[in-house]
């Protein structure tokens, strides 16, 4: 048996169904980084500076799951477009620190507003019974991705794209 009170072809049915639809919402983002101007590399980049405060060059490598050069090229044009600043390491002169400029943390903030207007714009359409039943449904799919173990949990910190929840 699947779980209590699921049969295995509803179970099935909503597996699939749930994995089109993160797939869907995960490839959204993509598409309206793009009206800004900025790669969805770009937009996680200066996304996860955003939440981190600052990074290397090299765990932005790491996180971003991408070589060492394809980061230092991505940086070198968010730099030359005043979004971010790479100042050397204090403690370090072989590394460099990269923190987003007042104009990159704008960029960023300015993202999410309009993802967020449009979404709202969304879900304020729907009857009160859709809207209802789309909080509950949010609040399943919370309960369903919560890490599961401390290696799961680890990995969520920065998310796919380096993105801190």
């Known amino acids: 048996m699947s779980g209590p009170g699921a049969g295995r072809d509803v179970v099935d049915g909503i597996v699939d169904a749930l994995h089109r639809v993160l797939v869907m919402a995960s490839r959204r983002p993509r598409v309206r980084s793009s009206d800004a101007g900025l790669t969805a590399p770009q937009a996680s980049a200066l996304a996860?500076?955003?939440?981190?405060?600052?990074?290397?060059?090299r765990r932005m490598a790491e996180v971003q799951g991408v070589s060492a050069p394809v980061v230092s090229r991505m940086l070198a044009r968010l730099e030359s477009e005043g979004l971010l600043e790479r100042s050397p390491h204090p403690h370090d002169g072989r590394?460099?620190?990269?923190?987003?400029?007042a104009q990159g943390a704008a960029a960023v903030?300015?993202?999410?507003?309009?993802?967020?207007?449009?979404?709202?714009?969304?879900?304020?359409q729907l009857s009160e019974e859709q809207a209802e039943s789309l909080a509950e449904a949010v609040a399943l799919l919370a309960l369903l991705l919560q890490p599961e173990t401390d290696d799961e949990l680890l990995a969520g910190a920065t998310g796919a794209l380096g993105q801190r929840p």
């Open 95 to 101: 590394q460099t620190v990269v923190r987003l400029t």
């Open 109 to 124: 903030e300015d993202d999410r507003y309009g993802r967020d207007a449009r979404l709202r714009s969304r879900i304020e």
């Open 48 to 57: 996860y500076l955003h939440r981190a405060g600052e990074s290397s060059p």
